[in-house]
């Protein structure tokens, strides 16, 4: 039973499905186990039992390795590694005063709870007197420590199930939400800046797989401009797995849109273009919804009177889950996943490329359909989908 390091795995909000939760729950078992072999940590048993995951490992992989990137899959609540032992008194007694020595040499521990929980209630002591006799064979056993309820620096979980009892002492949080795959692909607009690499995290934590489609205006935006989306991209496949990027240059459509139409309009015009595009490829393959990472009022093109006639190209729906946030929380969230660092990097947009100086913040769909009248709105979409370049972000 020791030749191995236990992972006990809470699901979070994977245990509300109800009559769906082993569905959830196999999924679940298979985004931890594809992620842990694809980050070589092979030879790792993944599997459910009594509403929990357990992973258990080989005794020579790092601990701190799988911790990692268990914490990383979409649906996980939280980590505890933990350590084992048969359900009886004694044994746990033994199990926790070994357990606790290695914590008094390795992190200096003076003080602990014991904290007791009885999953299976036909185990003869119930968990308060559990709690008790445990913390007392704890002091029996490690003369050094002592007990405080208030502010111990360890509590001792003592988890009692049928089969075995799990004896840890961290939660480790994981991000929540929901297993990779259980709903839908999505087709997400993805930009160098900060929003929309956060946007497309935030749909695949709750369980959408992603794809991606990329803008450039090139020779007016560089090469390494789009460079620095695949390296977003990449940051963003760490956490939802390797997909496709579609890449295209809309600077022909900006081109006939600068020729043909009023200037204040430029950007909004651009950004029709960019929904219709992005509708054929998603359409095209397999991708239910539209990914942005609009926010309201962030900038001329995202007011509410902008957003309703930038909709109105498209059928499909476009998800804009950073629509109600601020800034600051963007910018926070894009730290904690990753990308800020690599989104603040300045290189140029498309859209900044025939940026107006006074761009139109309350469009009239009226107007701007008047305008679309003057170019062959279907050719030039036709045209664009045709020219695209796939990338493959790993
Ligand atoms: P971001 O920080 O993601 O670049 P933003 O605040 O710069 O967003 P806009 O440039 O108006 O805002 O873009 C709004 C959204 O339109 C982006 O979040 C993205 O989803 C999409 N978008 C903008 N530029 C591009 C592009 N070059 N390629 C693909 N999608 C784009
Ligand atoms: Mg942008």
């Not at 185990?123 to 502010?151: E, Q, T």
């Not at 797989?209 to 940051?235: D, G």
């Not at 509708?279 to 926010?295: R, V, Y």
């Not at 499909?316 to 889950?321: E, I, L």
């Amino acid at each position: 039973m020791n030749e191995q390091n236990i992972f006990i795995v809470r699901c979070g909000e994977v245990a509300l499905k109800g009559m769906n939760k082993p569905y959830f729950e196999r999924m679940l078992v298979e985004r931890i186990g594809k992620r842990l072999k694809a980050a070589g940590l092979s030879g790792i048993d993944v599997r459910r039992h009594e509403g929990l995951i357990f992973a258990r490992a080989p005794k020579e992989l790092d601990k701190d390795a799988i911790v990692k990137e268990i914490s990383k899959v979409f649906g996980v609540a939280s980590i505890s590694p933990a350590v084992e032992c048969e359900s009886d008194m004694d044994r746990i007694g033994e199990k926790a005063v070994e357990y606790m020595m290695e914590l008094i040499e390795k992190k200096g521990v003076k003080t602990f709870k014991v904290e007791a929980k009885r999953a299976d209630k036909t185990f003869p002591v119930k968990s308060p007197d559990i709690a008790r006799r445990i913390g007392a064979s704890v002091l029996k056993g490690c003369k050094v420590l002592k007990v405080d309820v208030h502010n111990p620096d360890v509590y001792l979980f003592v988890d009692v199930r049928r089969e075995e009892t799990f004896i840890y002492q961290q939660k480790i949080a994981g991000f929540g939400g929901l297993p990779l795959g259980t709903n839908g692909k999505g087709l997400v607009l993805l930009s160098g800046g900060i929003d929309s690499p956060v946007a497309a995290w935030l749909m695949a934590k709750r369980g959408m797989l992603i794809e991606a489609v990329h803008f450039h205006s090139y020779p007016y935006t560089s090469p390494r401009a789009q460079e620095k989306v695949e390296e977003l991209a990449k940051i963003v496949a760490s956490y939802c797995g390797r997909f496709k990027m579609h890449v295209i240059n809309i600077l022909p459509i900006q081109e006939q849109i600068v020729q043909n139409c009023p200037e204040a309009e430029t950007t909004i015009l651009v950004r029709r273009f960019m929904m219709r595009i992005a509708e054929k490829i998603a359409e095209k393959n397999g991708c239910m919804m539209l990914i942005t990472g609009e926010n309201l009022g962030q900038v001329a093109s995202q007011t509410a009177e902008s957003l309703v006639v930038t909709d109105a190209s498209v059928s499909m729906p476009v998800m804009r889950p950073l629509i109600a946030m601020d800034k600051v929380d963007i910018m926070e969230k894009a730290e904690e996943i990753g990308t800020f660092e690599t989104s603040i990097q300045p290189y140029e947009d498309c859209c900044t490329v025939f940026l107006p100086p006074h761009p139109v913040t309350k469009p009239r769909l009226s107007r701007i359909e008047e305008s679309e009248s003057r170019l062959d709105v279907e050719g030039l979409v036709k045209a664009a989908v045709e020219s695209e370049e796939i990338v493959d972000i790993s």
